[in-house]
Structures are given as C-alpha cells and as structure tokens.
C-alpha cells in the first residue's frame, strides 16, 4: 500500500520544482496486489520521478512466483505501464548499487520512473509461524547460502585489496552494535501526546477539528483531575 504514497510524493516534488527521487520498495508477493499496479499505472502517466525496487525472494510467505506470474520475469511487467524495466541479481551489491543509481538519474533528469526487480533469496522462514519446509527443499537453501551478499562483497572488496581482516571484524562488530541498538529503540515505549491526533491533519483546521480538539482537550483535564482526587 506504500506504493501510491510514494507516487504521490514524487509528483508532489516535481510540481513543487524539487529535485526529490521517490525509492518504493515492495516484495514479490506484493506485485500481486491491486496498488502495486494502480501505483505504476499513475507514475507511467505522470512520470513522476519514482523508483519501484521489488525485492524477489521468490516466495509470497509461502506462495511460489510461479503461482503469482506467468511473465517471465516481474521487470517484464514494466513494458505493460511504459516504462523502463531492469533486472539485478539482488545478491550483488555492487550491481543493485549502480542499477539504482542510474535509474535515479533517469528520474531526477525528467525521464520518469523505473521497475527495477533484484532476483534473491529468503534463506529464513517468512515468520517464526512459518514452516517452510512444507514447500521447500533444505538442499535449496544450502544452494542459496552460497550467494549470500555479504559474504560475496566481503569476498570482492578482499580480492581487490580494499578490505583486511580487521576492517571486515570492525564492519561486524559495528553492525552487531547498530542491530543491538535498533533493537533496544524497538522495545521502547514512545510517550504519545493524544493531541498529536489534531496536528498536519489540515492547514487550516476546520470548525469539526476544532471543536474535537477541545473536547478531547477537556476529558483529559477531567481524567487527569480525577486521577488527582483519586490519589
């Protein structure tokens, strides 16, 4: 559904004569979905500067692209909207790295958007609800365990002497120290201000806004009171 969002965005940007790129991401699974073509359709249209990158692990949950698509890939769908369609092995850094960045210069030049489909692999379950042995084979995944990413770059960025030892641990000792952060933030309850309900809603607030606001406004004063009383 964040797919006609980010047209929106990137229409909203070029009217307003900002050099913005929208970059919308979505799974394999999600292709198959009612906004993921209604979101190219109207980007083709208005050639928004946006960026549609699908992340093809090769399975919705449980579903298999097979049983999603009869297009030989997911980029051919691109032809159907007008627009230009690549396909990137997604295990190549380096690839998707330039890929992406051409199609953003394409956007920002006038040129309109791009499907771009990066062919990977989910090595885990989808959820920890999910059994996915019920549909694939272990010997699958040890075949894509072999083109893990990181383990690829790491290996390239070695051959051509831009990577040690020590930058490689320091890479992961640092990216354990972000993941344990992210994760810490993650279980942190935000403090919510229920009157944030009222704010960016409209420029001008109508009269209704206005008089649920201060509503709102007065029942918090009155719980807040009796709570008062109460203690």
């Not at 797919?3 to 799974?27: I, N, S």
């Not at 894509?144 to 990413?149: L, R, S």
């Amino acid at each position: 559904t964040q797919l006609p969002h980010a047209v929106g965005l990137a229409h909203a940007a070029r009217l307003k004569g900002d050099d913005v790129v929208a970059l919308a991401m979505v799974g394999d699974g999600g292709t198959s979905e009612g906004d993921f073509h209604e979101a190219l359709n109207f980007a083709a249209v208005w050639q928004a500067p946006v960026v549609f990158l699908v992340q093809n692990n090769g399975f919705a949950i449980s579903v298999p692209l097979a049983k999603q698509t009869a297009a030989p890939s997911l980029a051919h769908k691109a032809v159907g909207y007008g627009m230009p369609g690549r396909l990137v092995d997604g295990n190549d850094a380096a690839a998707v790295h330039e890929v992406l960045s051409d199609a953003v210069r394409h956007a920002r030049a006038g040129g309109g958007p791009t499907l771009i489909e990066a062919v990977t692999y989910r090595v885990e379950a989808h959820t920890n609800a999910d059994d996915a042995t019920r549909y694939r084979g272990d010997a699958e995944v040890e075949t894509w365990k072999q083109h893990d990413p990181i383990a690829l770059l790491e290996r390239e960025l070695t051959g051509r002497g831009l990577l040690d030892e020590a930058g490689a641990e320091t890479a992961r000792r640092d990216a354990e120290t972000m993941a344990a952060d992210l994760r810490a933030h993650m279980n942190e309850d935000p403090a919510l201000d229920p009157m944030d309900l009222f704010a960016d809603v409209y420029a001008e607030p109508t009269p209704q806004l206005l008089e649920q606001r201060e509503q709102l406004r007065a029942e918090l004063a009155a719980e807040a009171e009796q709570e008062g009383v109460q203690g």
